[in-house]
């Protein structure tokens, strides 16, 4: 099975944007129509346009070709495994270009191991996983606010449509630009190494927006969980590993992790608590970790097929629906029920 990944390299350039009447009535308030497209505005600080194999070429000496630009000189994160089939050139709010090729590749997958590891994401902790091991928060935000003050108070003093006040905007993206990139390589490196060392992964599914809007908006957009999860979901594909997202009205910090008793809400100053059953003693997160992993172990099990006496599977395989099936029937013409015969 192949799959679809892409590989940036820095450069890039813009296309500029076209109005249309879709754009007109979003301008003036009214509702656009969902089935009309969106066009980009010269406006944007992120522009990008998407290349087929007809307007660029991969030279010998490393540079890029693209139609009615020329030959371009890239700094290559890594190389090509495969001849790519697209290109998209975008340019960043901070001025950077880049270079994001779409190749077909084969999985990566990983030996088989007997270890999987329950994550609960948090705050104080960025992760604690069910063996107890925690990952601290780098809080890249938090440790930039300083600098990112005074670039932001030296922007608001700059007149409004002058060139100074578009150097200070570029030198806040710049500095914003830094911080995200700080946080996604990291993410980058802590997913690969969980998914490398467990053979599953199980996570709650986190209400990020909802938490967004909360007094704790700031720290919960500064760790980052959702980039996470959905790097891990992604690498647990690509290098054949399990991965599960365990339902966030699981009560993961209510109940104890040893014989199941309900304890009922705990506030979040209560970082430990001593079971009232069993008598346990508990760390939070940890505790909260465990419980996600029993239960996403029952989610895996509940994916896996039976398979019957005859060794095939037990559950019927998916079967699209048929274009008669869909919709209603059109006048004079009777509707269609089953499957026909192939």
């Not at 601290?136 to 938090?142: N, V, Y």
């Not at 578009?166 to 700080?182: G, I, M, P, Y």
């Amino acid at each position: 099975m192949c799959q679809r990944s892409s590989c940036n390299s820095p450069f890039a350039t813009s296309t500029p944007p076209t109005r249309t009447s879709s754009t007109a009535s979003r301008a003036s308030g009214r509702a656009a129509r969902p089935d009309l497209p969106r066009y980009k505005s010269k406006k944007d600080t992120r522009q990008s346009i998407r290349l087929n194999t007809n307007a660029f070429c991969l030279q010998g000496d490393g540079t890029v070709y693209v139609a009615k630009v020329g030959n371009l000189k890239v700094t290559w994160s890594r190389w090509l495994p495969a001849a790519p089939t697209s290109l998209t050139v975008t340019k960043d709010s901070s001025g950077r270009y880049f270079l994001s090729f779409v190749v077909d590749t084969e999985p990566d997958i990983l030996p088989e191991l007997e270890t999987d590891a329950g994550i609960d994401l948090g705050l104080s902790a960025f992760a604690v996983l069910s063996d107890g091991s925690k990952i601290d928060s780098p809080r890249f935000l938090r440790r930039a606010e300083k600098k990112l003050k005074r670039l932001q108070r030296e922007l608001s003093r700059k007149a409004k449509g002058s060139k100074n006040r578009a150097k200070a905007r570029v030198k806040v993206a710049r500095q914003h630009t830094k911080v995200a990139d700080r946080r996604r390589d990291w993410h980058h490196k802590a997913s690969t190494q969980i998914i490398r060392d467990n053979q599953a992964v199980y996570v709650e599914d986190l209400a990020v927006s909802g938490l967004g809007r909360t007094r704790l908006a700031k720290s919960v957009h500064d760790a980052g969980w959702s980039a996470f999860v959905g790097m891990l979901e992604y690498k647990a594909v690509k290098h054949g590993r399990t991965f599960a997202k365990v339902d966030r009205a699981l009560p993961s910090s209510q109940a104890c992790s040893a014989c199941g008793f309900r304890d009922g809400p705990k506030p979040l100053h209560v970082r430990e608590w001593t079971c009232g059953a069993c008598g346990t003693a508990h760390d939070r997160d940890h505790n909260a970790a465990r419980n996600v992993l029993f239960e996403g172990r029952r989610i895996a099990a509940g994916r896996a097929e039976t398979p019957n006496a005859c060794g095939a599977p037990v559950r019927r395989a998916h079967v699209p629906a048929q274009r008669d099936e869909a919709g209603s029937p059109r006048k004079g013409q009777k509707t269609q029920a089953g499957i026909p015969e192939l």
